[in-house]
């Protein structure tokens, strides 16, 4: 998902309701969005998972992210 599809998803929704993110795609927890950090580069280990990297790291296959932050 791009942050442009993102956009798309929530242009036409009530701007006071608060957003929530999963735990996981199963729905085994929940946290309010605490927010998003700077551009970061995130490297994908398998197809639904991975982790961000420093852009010194080297990583050819990182490509530019943004993280929403859960506050928990």
Request: net charge negative.
């Amino acid at each position: 998902m791009t942050v442009q599809d993102l956009i798309h998803d929530l242009k036409d929704l009530p701007p006071h309701l608060e957003v929530i993110m999963a735990k996981d795609a199963e729905g085994n927890g929940f946290s309010p969005c605490d927010g998003c950090g700077e551009p970061e580069w995130y490297y994908a280990e398998t197809r639904v998972s991975g982790d961000i990297v420093s852009n010194e790291d080297g990583t050819a296959d990182a490509i530019p992210a943004i993280v929403l932050w859960p506050k928990n």
